[in-house]
């Protein structure tokens, strides 16, 4: 899936890179390449959004579910570099009390 770009692991971190725009029609294939890698290399999940454009509230539940599968787990969740409309969407809906944005 060209929306994602698994990185690999630093630091004990599986990063992610997210490109473009992820919605209803590609979130499904970015949960799967995402749990896919994760399940490959167990680790902190660590998405780096720099290049991320969009997003909608599939998106949002599917970083919900991705969330669910991590912390039990015991590991977290991380969304680094998010545009300032798409951070507010997670605020909005109270996301960033339950995932880290940085």
């Known amino acids: 899936m060209e929306e994602v770009k ?3 692991i630093q630091d004990g971190v599986l990063k ?3 490109l473009g725009e992820i919605d209803l029609g ?3 294939a970015f949960y799967q390449a995402v749990i896919s890698a994760y399940r490959e290399t167990p680790a902190n999940l660590y998405f780096d959004c720099t290049e991320l454009a969009f997003i909608d509230s599939t998106t949002l539940g599917t970083f919900v ?3 669910k599968t991590v912390k039990a787990d015991g590991r977290k969740l991380t969304l680094a570099n998010l545009q300032a ?3 507010k ?3 909005i809906c109270a996301l960033d ?3 880290e944005l940085v």
Do not use: P, R, T, Y
């Open 6 to 8: 698994v990185l690999g």
């Open 16 to 18: 992610i890179e997210l």
């Open 26 to 28: 590609n979130a499904d």
């Open 65 to 67: 579910k991705i969330l």
């Open 85 to 87: 409309k798409i951070k």
């Open 89 to 91: 969407l997670f605020v």
């Open 97 to 99: 009390s339950i995932m």
